[in-house]
Structure formats: structure tokens, C-alpha cells
T-cell receptor, first 114, second 114 residues
């Protein structure tokens, strides 16, 4: 049972435009959410996180939005740059931790077109 | 560079053998986490250590064990290896024991079982 779902395996966006990556979760105990970016042959790199007490968090070109009622979060990248081409993972945890630890989606491959 | 170091980068061995993967966390981080990424699965949480003590356990097989040493480096031991154990194994670290903070990942060890 996949508790964190990224339904788009890939996304192509033109350079300079906005990239929007989506993530849905099913476990209502999740209260901390993160986005990671991964290049081939490297480990995931932490981008941005959000606690369930907030609905938005910004860091430079990256903004994460959380809609708790819909169990949905999204990552906005504005403007998109060629170096943003990578696989993006959404992850979630319940603050109390437990057996599931940090639960990851299967990733969305973002391709920035020149 | 996340500051998390994993060795070796690649490991090739045969079924039935035993291997040890090593991880050095970021300076100042007391928690170490191990994850497995197989081709058909996303990142799966295996186990967490905090300041030398086991803190949380995920989907870790009984054939696998881990420990964290006084200098905070960690080792993941995999024994009686099977073909299905072929995967990328990632180590991550964070400052504290809780799940409401980012985890920083190493570049992984790719294990191939022949």
C-alpha cells in the first residue's frame, strides 16, 4: 500500500516557466513533509520541508504548498532552470516516528527544455 | 556535497556471502538512518540509530543488522545474501532523533549479487 504517491512519473517544462510537482498521501498521521532532488549516481539532496501547522513554505525559487484536507502537497519552482532537471521525491513522516520512518514517493522526473 | 560519506560505492558479491556497508554522518549529526532502494520499489526505511542506540526499525530483514559506533559512524551488515538483495543502499544523517527534521543522504552503495 503506497502511502505517498507521485502520480506523474515525468514532467517536461520550458526553461523560465513554472514547474509544479504534485504529491498525495493517505496516512493522516503524517505531519512533516519534505522534497528531495536526485541526480543520477548521487544521493537525494534535501530541498525544502513543511510542517503540518503551515500551509506554505518558501525558499528562494522553491515553494511548497500543503493542503491537509486534500492530503496533497505540491512543489513550485519558479523560474525553472536547466540545472533543475532531476528526479524529485516527495517524503513524509509522522513526528512520533515509528516503523515507517520517512516514507518516500516513487519520484517525478523533471525535464527542463531550453 | 551532503557531508555524509558512504563506502564502498560499488560492491559485487555472490549469493550466500556477507558484506558490510559503512557510513560516516555529517559533522555534528547524531542520528544515522539506512534505506534500501530496489528497482521496483522506492526508498524503503530500514533502521535508525541515535547516539549509538537503535531508535527505530523499519522493514529490515533478520539477515540484516546495523550498529553505530562511539565515533558515530555506522555499519550495515548483510548476510546470507540473496539475488533480491541487489539494490542501492543509502545512509542518511540528521542532528537529533526526531522525524521532524531533514535527513541528509550519502551517495549510496550499489550492491550487486551474482
Amino acid at each position: 500500500d503506497q502511502q505517498v504517491k507521485q502520480n506523474s512519473p515525468s514532467l517536461s517544462v520550458q526553461e523560465g516557466r513554472i514547474s509544479i510537482l504534485n504529491c498525495d498521501y493517505t496516512n493522516s498521521m503524517f505531519d512533516y513533509f519534505l522534497w528531495y532532488k536526485k541526480y543520477p549516481a548521487e544521493g537525494p539532496t534535501f530541498l525544502i520541508s513543511i510542517s503540518s501547522i503551515k500551509d506554505k513554505n518558501e525558499d528562494g525559487r522553491f515553494t511548497v504548498f500543503l493542503n491537509k484536507s486534500a492530503k496533497h502537497l505540491s512543489l513550485h519552482i519558479v523560474p525553472s532552470q536547466p540545472g533543475d532537471s532531476a528526479v524529485y521525491f516527495c517524503a513524509a513522516s509522522a513526528t512520533g516516528g515509528g516503523a515507517d520512518g520517512l516514507t518516500f514517493g516513487k519520484g517525478t522526473h523533471l525535464i527542463i527544455q531550453p | 556535497d551532503s557531508g555524509v560519506t558512504q563506502t564502498p560505492k560499488h560492491l559485487i558479491t555472490a549469493t550466500g556471502q556477507r558484506v558490510t556497508l559503512r557510513c560516516s554522518p555529517r559533522s555534528g549529526d547524531l542520528s544515522v538512518y539506512w534505506y534500501q532502494q530496489s528497482l521496483d520499489q522506492g526508498l524503503q526505511f530500514l533502521i535508525q540509530y541515535y547516539n549509538g542506540e537503535e531508535r527505530a526499525k523499519g522493514n529490515i530483514l533478520e539477515r540484516f543488522s546495523a550498529q553505530q559506533f562511539p565515533d558515530l559512524h555506522s555499519e550495515l551488515n548483510l548476510s546470507s545474501l540473496e539475488l533480491g538483495d541487489s539494490a542501492l543502499y543509502f545512509c542518511a544523517s540528521s542532528e537529533g532523533p526526531g522525524w521532524n527534521q531533514p535527513q541528509h543522504f550519502g551517495d549510496g552503495t550499489r550492491l550487486s549479487i551474482l
